[in-house]
C-alpha cells in the first residue's frame, strides 16, 4: 500500500472507506468520474471494459452500464445519482441489474459517497461505499471488489499519466 491509496472495509459497520490520490487537476478526475467516454476507459479491471447504455449525470438521473467480458458476456448496473456539488462530491446508489436498469433479484445497493479533493496540482478521491446488510458487503468482498476497483483506479491513474 502506498501513501496515496486507502482501502478498509469495516464488515460490521458495512462500510468500505478508499482514499486515492491522483496526478491530475481535480477538474480532469471529476471528468474522468463523470463523463462516460472516459469512464470506459478505466472504470474496471482490464479485460473487462465498461460500455455505457445510457447516462444522465443529474441529481435523480442514472448511469446505465454494463461490464463486458473478453468472451462478450455482460453484466449489467445501474446507478441512480442522489446527489451532486459540482466538481466536488457525488452521491448514488449503485445495483446490479437487467440491460433495462431493473435491479436483479436480491442485488445488494451500494450508497456510493464520493469526494474531490484538490491538493495543490494533484487530487484526493475519498470513496465511502456502504450497504444496508452486512451480507451484502461480504457479498462484494468475496467478488473481489477490493481487487477489481484498485485495478481501475490504477488504470485510471495510468490514463492521466498518457
Not at 463523463?35 to 445510457?54: E, F, N, R, S, Y
Request: net charge negative; proline share 4%; hydrophobic share 45%.
Amino acid at each position: 500500500m502506498t501513501n496515496n491509496f486507502v482501502f478498509e472495509k469495516d464488515l460490521a459497520a458495512k462500510k468500505i472507506h478508499v482514499v486515492r490520490e491522483f496526478n491530475a487537476p481535480i477538474e480532469k478526475v471529476w471528468k474522468a468520474w463523470t463523463d462516460p467516454d472516459i469512464l470506459q476507459k478505466w472504470w474496471g479491471p482490464k479485460p473487462w471494459v465498461a460500455i455505457t447504455k445510457t447516462m444522465d449525470f443529474s441529481v435523480g438521473g442514472s448511469w446505465l452500464y454494463s461490464m463486458v467480458g473478453p468472451d462478450g458476456q455482460k453484466h449489467w448496473s445501474h446507478v441512480r445519482f442522489t446527489a451532486i456539488e459540482d466538481g466536488t462530491r457525488f452521491a448514488a446508489d449503485a445495483v446490479f441489474s437487467d440491460e433495462n436498469g431493473d435491479s436483479a433479484p436480491g442485488a445488494p445497493v451500494g450508497h456510493w459517497d464520493n469526494k474531490f479533493i484538490a491538493v495543490g496540482n494533484k487530487t484526493k478521491v475519498v470513496v465511502d461505499l456502504s450497504f444496508d446488510e452486512e451480507a451484502s458487503i461480504k457479498m462484494m468482498v468475496e467478488m473481489g471488489f477490493e481487487g477489481g476497483f484498485t485495478i481501475g483506479l490504477n488504470q485510471l491513474q495510468e490514463l492521466f499519466a498518457s
